[in-house]
């Protein structure tokens, strides 16, 4: 089952712009991955975080892991409208039977604007 | 990061027909991962393939129905059988790195198929 729940499911903003998505989910986990769709075409890999971080860095992206809240969000600086795609956090569960499978959430559609 | 490849990227398929998909990675994985992604939706895992033994099939996917082979640790198929309309969606193969890596997972570009 879908366990990871997204909000906004779409974004809208101009370039330039930050832009934030969030992340929530239900079970404990190994770590958390971001994701980038453009199309649906295949899925690209931005970042992940492992469940004994809290913050981290790539390029323009910054995602938190808030492990007690069981959520993460996704920040993207200076928005350029080539970010226009759509973006999933997937989560690894912890150990056992769920090693390796990822459980996605639903997406957030964002569209920047030039 | 793995280099993954899919055949076919597309194809478009008659009701009742059957289409494997083909997934070539570029370095050898223990296990890869077979998703679905239905028309507006996020992605659903099928199942989980190790070479050497049955794939393991999530609630909801049969084997009579997705039957997926793994004959190395390079390369896997899934068959789509006996497909209706709503097996129409994108489908995308995926391995997890190594330690080095933390773990990460990498996808095929995915096979779009229609099924009319």
Known sequence: ?114 | SAVISQKPSRDICQRGTSLTIQCQVDSQVTMMFWYRQQPGQSLTLIATANQGSEATYESGFVIDKFPISRPNLTFSTLTVSNMSPEDSSIYLCSVEGDRRSSYEQYFGPGTRLTVT
């Open chain 1, 1 to 114: 089952s879908q366990q990871g729940e997204e909000d906004p499911q779409a974004l809208s903003i101009q370039e330039g712009e930050n832009a934030t998505m969030n992340c929530s989910y239900k079970t404990s986990i190994n770590n958390l991955q971001w994701y980038r769709q453009n199309s649906g075409r295949g899925l690209v890999h931005l970042i992940l975080i492992r469940s004994n971080e809290r913050e981290k860095h790539s390029g323009r992206l910054r995602v938190t892991l808030d492990t007690s809240k069981k959520s993460s969000s996704l920040l993207i600086t200076a928005s350029r409208a080539a970010d226009t795609a759509s973006y999933f956090c997937a989560t690894s569960g912890a150990g056992g039977t769920s090693y390796g499978k990822l459980t996605f959430g639903q997406g957030t559609i964002l569209t920047v604007h030039p």
